[in-house]
C-alpha cells in the first residue's frame, strides 16, 4: 500500500517558508509573554506550559526542515 504524502513529510519551498515565517513570529510573541518581557525581568519558572509547547514547536518544525532538505538532496 502506497503511503499518502502532505506537506509535512514532502514540503515545498513555498511551505517551509510560511512555517518558518509562523514559527518565528510564534516563538518570538510566546516568550515575550513567558517572559513578561515589557513589564518585568525575565522569568520562565512559572510557565512550564508554555515552555513545553515551545519545545514541541521546535520538534516539528526542525522535522519539516528536515524533510524539505532530504527531498531537495534527491
Known amino acids: ?3 499518502k504524502t502532505t506537506w509535512v513529510t514532502n ?3 513555498k511551505q517551509l ?3 518558518l515565517a ?3 513570529t510564534s516563538f518570538v ?3 515575550a ?3 513578561e518581557l ?4 525575565p522569568a520562565f519558572r512559572e510557565n512550564y506550559m508554555l515552555l513545553v509547547v515551545l519545545i514541541f514547536a521546535t520538534i516539528a518544525v526542525a522535522k519539516i526542515l ?3 532538505f532530504k527531498k531537495l538532496n534527491n
Not at 515589557?38 to 525581568?41: H, Q, S, T, W
Open 38 to 41: 515589557f513589564e518585568k525581568a
Open 29 to 31: 510573541l510566546i516568550v
Open 1 to 3: 500500500m502506497k503511503q
Open 66 to 68: 528536515t524533510n524539505y
Open 33 to 35: 509573554v513567558m517572559t
Open 22 to 24: 509562523w514559527y518565528t
Open 11 to 13: 514540503p515545498t519551498k
Open 17 to 19: 517558508i510560511a512555517v
